[in-house]
């Protein structure tokens, strides 16, 4: 059994603090398009705003293409079940669908709209929500009471044409439906002969009796208990349609007597339901699904006492196997919108269902975890469900739903390229990963060897199995053997001969070779041979540089554990710069659709003007490797001679050079900050700027300017940082910075292998 993490617990007075702080609410509108110009606003508005009108009078299709209906879901409730609190009324209820409408934001990049609607009359219900319908791509309903929310759910999809989904219901039964197929695996059972009980006949409970059965489950293997006991066919007290349509013929009447011998019990009721005896009544390998929140049927200890071969899993966070519809509901939908789906039907229920349930068997990143206290994350009795915080559900969940609406028939837009699609749900929510994909599709046509100099540290082996097993090419750590395979064996991890090998730097059979060969190169820089030897021998970063300049590994990764200007100098010593270029430090900041390139970030203290020209040049080389046609802007405090000060002819002499050389890349200088990255700004008052459009390249006049820059926007801006990347070096090698996690030690051996692939 794994270690249990400690439930997170807030005070009343932070929950309101949180939602009273600054702008009050969770939800904010922000324009899409610029408005800053009454041009602007004559093309977003009047009058041209009559043209998309006129277009989707003509084809109401086009409003996918002209307004954000594509990309917008109504989060709609009369408050009639609030949480597990009761019928507190529609305007009690807004808090939880801002907050739902802010996880659709969060996980799927869907933008949510909350409308609480003040009638408990299902008719009046009804026709509020079909009436406003045409404004959204798809309607969630939230927290409104049984069986009210079976009719009003049935009646609008009856009467829509776009999705209409209660995630109270099937939210909870497509996620508990994801731990079963998991849990039936481990325990070696088959869905048709499997027996389960469900306690619980509300809303969540039938519609995990209805998916269940979708599934395969026969209807005889299931029996559904409510406060007054079984539901047999027969019985006429507490009955209902929806009850009705799932008695069975049995002589059971309790739930102690209706979980003797079942494989599965799954509870959607009250704290305390399912006892010891219980658990102990149940067949081998019980499987207990106790979702009852905030306290289950029973706690995970209580039913281990009982049975210490039960799978368990619950709703609540600090337990493992956490049942939350937050796994499911924002990609079920961006599935269905991307398609724009007429309905979310059962078969992209059980599609949704089984890529969260084959997600859980996938190798976890190590990020993941870092998110959940470090625990240790592997497909078992203690990991059937994914955690909400893995990325990766953003491409599984959508692809899946989307293919089982194309494939059920009401995808009214079906995907052309899946590859294409896949890669789009990647740059919603990381948008590097649009930047990295051309190098790591090119990666795994030439693969490449890296050596990792840290071998021995936890993140840098799982970075070294990370690239292998992503198909970029093999992998050397530089360790000890015996360390490196006992923290490996800690780790849980195993070597792969053919990809991953150790070298040990003082028992290598190249280490005289790497020696002579530093010697050769630092004898008249005042090394004696013996101190090469300790070097290669001792520094696992010169062993490794050495390896790099001698072609025994095509690119290098360093930097977790030491400072950048050591590890450096260490990568010196064995490989030289490029003749005629200049070393030094790119960063990339990638926000939504705006990527900024801005150097030097790591070496040059105060660069003259050939060095910032060259960098300038570099620069615009590395950002076309990635996809983007530079903008160079060389920056100042000075507008181009406004001030006129010394300290900028630096700039104005690089900006000269630029221009003597013939730079096949547009640039100019010198500028300042804003009017570099604000291209209105930019024309308005200085019309002579030759670049066409906001620069994306910031040469900075020096190494402070260019550190702080970088840092400061990637903190106050939310942007992600990519690099920075070592440039100039004839060996690609590139420094991480200390304590970087596993995917930054990843990416940069990806970068540094694809800087191998033109240099052979």
């Known amino acids: 059994m794994s270690e249990q993490q400690p439930a997170s617990r807030v005070t009343d007075e932070e929950a309101l603090d949180l939602h009273a702080h600054g702008r009050p609410g969770k939800l904010e509108i922000n324009a899409t398009k610029p408005l800053t110009t009454s041009r602007d ?21 086009d409003a996918y293409k002209y307004t954000a209906k594509g990309n917008m879901v109504a989060v709609i409730s009369n408050g009639t079940a609030v949480l597990g609190l009761g019928n507190l009324g529609a305007l009690a209820s807004k808090p939880v669908m801002e907050g739902k409408a802010v996880l659709f934001k969060r996980f799927a990049d869907i933008d949510g709209i ?18 406003l319908g045409k404004s959204w791509g798809g309607i969630n309903l939230e927290d409104i009471k049984a069986p009210d929310c079976f009719i009003i759910e049935q009646r609008l999809r009856e009467v829509m044409d776009i999705p209409v989904f209660h995630d109270d219901q099937h939210g909870t039964a497509i996620i508990a439906a994801a731990g079963l197929i998991n849990a039936l695996e481990i325990t070696g059972r088959d869905i048709k002969e499997t027996r389960m009980v469900i306690n619980g006949a509300g809303a969540a409970a039938i519609a995990c009796v209805e998916l269940f059965k979708a599934m395969g489950m026969p209807h005889d293997k299931v029996i559904l208990c409510d406060t007054k006991g079984v539901i047999y066919t027969g019985r006429e007290a507490g009955m209902n349609q929806w009850k009705s349509a799932h008695a069975v013929d049995t002589e059971l009447r309790t739930l102690e007597e209706a979980v003797e011998g079942a494989d599965v019990f799954v509870g959607v009721s009250v704290k305390g339901a399912l006892t010891k005896d219980m658990v102990k009544a149940m067949a081998p390998q019980p499987i207990i699904f106790a979702l009852a929140n905030p306290d289950p ?39 269905a919108l991307d398609v724009q789906a007429r309905e979310i039907n059962d078969q992209m229920k059980i599609a949704a269902a089984k890529a969260i349930a084959d997600l859980a068997r996938e190798d976890v990143p190590e990020e993941v975890g870092a998110a959940y206290s470090g625990r240790r994350l592997q497909f078992g009795p203690d990991y059937l469900i994914p955690v909400p915080f893995d990325n990766r559900l953003i491409v599984k969940i959508p692809e899946a739903v989307a293919q089982a609406a194309m494939d059920s028939g009401v995808a009214a837009k079906p995907i052309e390229n899946m590859w294409h699609y896949r890669q789009e749900l990647k740059n919603r929510l990381d948008p590097t990963a649009g930047s990295l994909q051309r190098i790591f599709a090119k990666l795994k046509d030439n693969p490449r060897t890296v050596v990792f100099a840290e071998g021995e540290e936890e993140q840098t082996i799982r970075a070294a ?14 360790g000890r053997e015996d360390r490196v395979r006992n923290k490996m064996k800690a780790m849980g991890v195993s070597l792969d001969g053919e990809l991953v090998t150790i070298a040990n730097a003082a028992l290598s059979h190249d ?34 540089a050495a390896m790099l300049a001698n072609g025994d590994a095509d690119a290098m990764v360093t930097g977790l554990t030491r400072a950048f200007a050591v590890c450096l100098d260490d990568i010196r010593r064995a490989v030289s710069p490029v003749p005629g270029q200049t070393t030094f430090g790119l960063s990339v900041m990638v926000r939504r659709n705006r990527t900024i390139f801005i150097a030097d970030t790591l070496v040059n203290e105060t660069p003259d003007a050939e060095t910032l020209a060259q960098i300038a040049i570099q620069s615009a080389q590395k950002a076309r490797d990635l996809g983007h046609e530079p903008r160079v802007a060389l920056l100042s405090f000075s507008n181009f001679g406004q001030p006129l000060h010394e300290r900028a002819d630096r700039i104005r002499n690089a900006v000269a050079i630029l221009g003597e050389r013939e730079a096949d890349f547009e640039f100019d200088g010198e500028m300042s900050a804003d009017v570099a990255l604000d291209y209105d700004l930019m024309k308005r008052l200085y019309p002579f700027c030759n670049l066409t459009g906001p620069a994306n390249i910031l040469i900075m006049p020096g190494l402070h300017t260019a550190n702080i ?47 191998s692939i033109d240099a052979k």
Request: aromatic share 8%; proline share 5%.
């Open 41 to 61: 606003l004559s093309l977003a508005y009047s009058p041209g705003v009559a043209v998309p009108c006129l277009k989707i009078a003509e084809d109401p299709s």
């Open 297 to 335: 049927e029973i706690t995970p200890e209580e039913a281990r006492e009982a049975r210490a071969d039960a799978i368990i899993a619950t709703g609540r966070s600090d337990y493992p196997n956490q049942v939350n519809n937050v796994l499911g509901f924002p990609y079920i939908f961006r599935g």
């Open 114 to 131: 909350d409308i609480e609607v003040d009638t408990e009359d299902t008719d009046e219900f009804v026709n509020c929500v079909r009436f």
């Open 511 to 544: 280490n005289d070779r790497y020696t002579q060969f530093i010697y050769r190169r630092q004898q008249r820089r005042g090394a004696l041979y013996r101190d090469c030897q300790r070097m290669v021998n001792q520094n696992r970063n010169a062993f490794a």
């Open 465 to 478: 199995i990370d690239y292998t097993h992503a198909g970029y090419g093999k992998a050397i750590l530089i």
């Open 709 to 755: 820059s970088a840092k400061l926007l990637q903190k106050m801006s939310a942007s992600t940082l990519l690099g920075p990347l070592l440039l100039g070096l004839e060996k690609p090698a590139q420094v991480v910075q200390m304590g970087a996690t596993v995917p930054d030690i990843v990416n940069a051996a990806a970068l540094a292998a694809f800087q």
